[in-house]
């Protein structure tokens, strides 16, 4: 399969595949040992296809060539795996990477002083029954804050507030503030909308 084509079925480069499998694989290979097990390159492919696709556990599992209740045991296992190692991945920049991360963003906009771009996005959910999570376009989801770098890796998740949450309280309510304050004789910014 053609780079391009990798990176647009997962959104993730072929290297960067390779290194998760590697990383994910010691939690993965009980699996391999049970009479219906599936090799671990199949179980990350198929769970990353499902995230980037937004698609049904179904569909996934039959271009998978498995059945949907396996692909959903896959699914949990994948991603028990990956929230296990999730700090390995989300990292906020340290004081020694910040002129790094600084220059990416110039290179992109020539704005100064920026180390990451921060916004809401609504992940759609199954109804749970709760109006607490029916979000302003009348639909159930979970309001999930996101900071990204220049080179568009993730280095802050806030993913516990439900949809009817506006922006502004799950900024105020998070670890940023802090963080940012801490920083702040480096005069460094965030780039993002208005959130009040």
Request: charged fraction near 15%.
């Amino acid at each position: 399969m053609e780079e391009r084509h990798v990176i647009v079925t997962y959104r993730l480069d072929c290297a960067t595949i390779q290194e998760l499998c590697a990383h994910l694989e010691p939690d993965l290979m009980s699996a391999i040992h049970h009479p219906t097990g599936i090799p671990h390159l199949v179980q990350v492919l198929s769970v990353l296809h499902f995230l980037a696709s937004g698609s049904f556990q179904t569909t996934v599992a039959i271009a998978s060539g498995m059945s949907q209740p396996m692909f959903s045991n896959v699914l949990s296992r994948v991603l028990s795996a990956l929230l296990k190692h999730m700090r390995s991945y989300i990292v906020f920049p340290q004081l020694d990477d910040l002129p790094t991360v600084k220059g990416d963003f110039y290179a992109l906009g020539h704005i100064p002083n920026i180390i990451g771009a921060i916004d809401g996005t609504h992940v759609a959910l199954v109804p749970p029954g709760e109006q607490v999570y029916r979000n302003w376009k009348s639909y159930h989801s979970m309001n999930v804050q996101m900071l990204c770098l220049a080179n568009q890796y993730i280095s802050h998740v806030n993913a516990t507030f439900p949809g009817s949450v506006h922006d502004a309280y799950i900024l105020r309510n998070s670890s940023i503030p802090y963080v940012m304050g801490q920083l702040q004789r480096h005069r460094v910014w965030l780039l993002g909308e208005d959130m009040e």
